[in-house]
């Protein structure tokens, strides 16, 4: 994959001044922070601006960015994280510290596993512009904490208590076929 993973990183840095991958602290396995890979989406320097996105209509993102998110191409340098052991290929999504910090009682205890590349509420949270169009003029951060996280909890938590290798292998399964769009 590294030939295919070089000409990713010199299309990003073509396609906009920044570095090719973008580094965010998340919160992993018990609570430990980690930078979580990602190539880059944005432009440099505009993820100040806020750390919701707001879909294929957000102006931060680059052209080349939409593509890349909308294939998840943008995740693969996560394998990275796999390989060091701050994450899985499947389990719940690492939480940014900002929203990580709001865990209370049961939430914790997504913090018990090793986050992953993919879960369940990737799956049924893919489709990031019909939730953010759903928002009105709720901003997206405040929207994010009343409709998304919850959800994504509700379904990460559901996971932590049932999950087995064959609900993984499944979950890997529909994750490639939802990317590949079939």
């Known amino acids: 994959m590294a030939p295919a993973l070089g000409l990713i990183a010199v299309a990003v840095r073509l396609s906009s001044p920044g570095p090719a991958l973008f580094r965010q602290t998340r919160v992993g396995l018990n609570g430990r922070h980690f930078k979580v890979l990602k190539f880059r989406t944005?432009?440099?320097?505009?993820?100040v601006l806020g750390r919701?996105?707001?879909?294929?209509?957000?102006?931060?993102?680059?052209?080349?960015?939409?593509?890349?998110?909308?294939?998840?191409?943008?995740e693969i340098p996560q394998l990275f994280n796999v390989v060091?052991?701050?994450?899985?290929?499947?389990?719940?999504?690492?939480e940014i510290p900002h929203y990580a910090d709001r865990y209370a009682g049961d939430d914790r205890i997504v913090l018990t596993v090793?986050?992953?590349?993919t879960d369940p509420s990737s799956l049924e949270l893919s489709d990031l512009d019909t939730l953010m169009a759903s928002?009105?003029?709720?901003?997206?951060?405040?929207?994010?904490?009343?409709?998304?996280?919850?959800?994504?909890?509700?379904?990460?938590?559901?996971?932590v208590c049932n999950h087995?290798?064959?609900?993984?292998?499944?979950?890997?399964?529909k994750t490639i076929l939802r990317i590949m769009r079939i």
């Open 42 to 47: 944005m432009f440099a320097g505009t993820d």
């Open 52 to 74: 919701e996105t707001l879909g294929t209509n957000d102006p931060r993102i680059t052209r080349l960015g939409h593509l890349l998110r909308r294939t998840k191409i943008d």
């Open 84 to 94: 060091r052991g701050d994450m899985s290929l499947v389990g719940p999504r690492p």
């Open 114 to 117: 090793r986050p992953g590349i």
């Open 135 to 159: 928002r009105g003029d709720e901003s997206p951060a405040d929207f994010y904490v009343r409709v998304i996280q919850p959800r994504k909890l509700t379904l990460q938590k559901a996971y």
């Open 164 to 173: 087995s290798l064959g609900s993984d292998v499944i979950i890997i399964v």
